[in-house]
């Protein structure tokens, strides 16, 4: 059988950054939750993401699916030591906001309010971009994510020492830095496998 | 194979044992260890599935050289350019890097709000002699590649279909999808932690 892309029909699709649940819809078809062998839910690590399209698809490499879904659990809930989880959602919702990827900023801009309490301050983000002025330590965590998501990456000693002068050690820096790299894998994925859906009323 | 195979971010970062970042990198073992299975997973997998060895490595030597990555191109293309038998691809893929460089991201976003941000960039395509020399299905997954690193938010079911049309499978365009968007995150640990390393030595100096 001939493999074929998915041209899903989508009403009021979604046109703006957004904190609200949107969905997300695949354009190449996920396995089925019936047909999930072993291997496949090793990839899945999570039992329940065998309900999310998205992962049925990513899933029918369960191999990377399965590194891939660990390193991003490790950089964004391993908050023991280290830059606090509401930063790291910031740069995730900066690098998303730059690729331009407004499934993965919806999810991660409600991450970041959460945590940070900061809601509006996050919504300027997403409204007004990445050059809103939101104070020294976001701002300084705001470029440091852009300069690392462009191609090539512009990040440079400046944005280091602009964290460091904001008050974020070593350790703290290299989790901007991995925040912010995550999501340009992350991006990529979403934005080139499927489109956001409008919230589910 | 896993344990005689170095620490790719390490080694390319000039990360060396005992050093400032040795120690940052040492307090994320896990976020460590599972980017490097990434790396297995993605250049040395246990099943090849249907994308070849020679393809994973020509492709991510492709997207490090539109990151303007000197070092890691040569990581990635070596061992092409270390056999005989697929030696003629560096120079192919140098030509094709050569005429594909960009700054990005840039592209169109749905009509809408947002479209005063949409920014015109290169749209690539495989030069006529890249194309004969590497193929229907090669061509295809740099021109996607290309897609993904300057202008995800331009990606499209009908990119996808260019793909299914040059001979890709559905599970070899995950595949795909996984490798370049990999390799653009490797690319940014590397090139942020080496600079993180350059000031802590400067600090320590």
């Known amino acids: 059988m001939t493999d074929h892309i998915i041209t899903p029909a989508i009403e009021n699709r979604p046109v703006a950054f957004t904190q609200a649940e949107i ?16 291997a496949h839910l090793a990839g899945l690590v999570e039992a329940s993401r065998a309900k999310s399209p998205y992962f049925r698809l990513l899933v029918r490499d369960p191999q990377v699916l399965e590194a891939r879904t660990k390193t991003d659990k490790d950089i964004f809930y391993n908050t ?3 830059l606090p989880r509401a930063e790291r ?17 919806s999810v991660h801009s409600r991450f970041a ?34 300069a690392l998501t462009a191609t090539p990456p512009t990040l440079g000693d400046e944005h ?32 080139s496998l499927g489109e956001p859906t409008p919230t589910v009323q | 194979m896993t344990t005689s195979t170095p620490d790719i971010i390490d080694l390319l970062a000039g990360i060396k ?8 990198r040492t307090q994320r073992p896990e976020t460590r260890e599972q980017a490097q299975k990434s790396y297995l997973a993605l250049f040395v997998p246990d099943t090849i599935g249907d ?23 040569e990581f990635y293309v070596n061992p092409l350019g270390d056999s005989e038998e697929n030696r003629w691809l560096v120079e192919v893929l140098k030509a094709e890097i050569g005429a594909a460089q960009a700054v990005g991201p840039y592209g169109q976003y749905p009509a809408g709000p947002l479209s005063v941000e949409n920014a015109q960039g290169l749209i690539y395509q495989v030069s006529k002699a890249g194309h004969e020399a590497l193929g229907e299905k090669l061509a295809a997954a740099l021109e996607h590649a290309h897609l993904l690193v300057f202008r995800p938010r331009d990606a499209s079911s009908k990119a996808l279909q260019a793909l299914l049309d040059a001979g890709w499978t559905t599970d070899g365009i995950v595949t795909l999808s996984q490798l370049v968007s990999f390799v653009a995150f490797q690319i940014r640990v590397i090139a942020g932690l080496s600079l993180l390393a350059a000031s802590a030595r400067r600090a320590a100096a």
């Open chain 1, 113 to 146: 309010a959460h945590h940070s309490k900061r809601g509006d301050d996050v919504q300027k983000l997403l409204d007004e971009g990445v050059e809103v002025d939101l104070g020294d330590r976001w701002n300084a965590i705001i470029a440091a994510s852009v």
């Open chain 1, 89 to 105: 959602e910031l740069a995730a919702t900066a690098a998303s906001r730059s690729n331009g990827c407004i499934f993965c900023a």
């Open chain 1, 80 to 82: 023991r030591t280290g």
């Open chain 1, 160 to 191: 280091i020492e602009r964290l460091s002068a904001a008050g974020l050690d070593e350790l703290e820096i290299a989790d901007v830095i991995h925040g912010a790299a995550f999501f340009n894998w992350a991006n990529r994925l979403m934005l």
């Open chain 2, 17 to 24: 044992p005992g050093s400032s970042l040795d120690r940052i």
């Open chain 1, 23 to 38: 969905g997300w819809t695949p354009w190449l078809k996920p396995l089925a939750e019936d047909d999930l062998t072993e």
């Open chain 2, 51 to 73: 994308v070849s060895l020679v393809e994973r490595q020509a492709i991510a030597s492709f997207v490090a050289g539109l990151h303007r990555q000197p070092d890691i191109f």
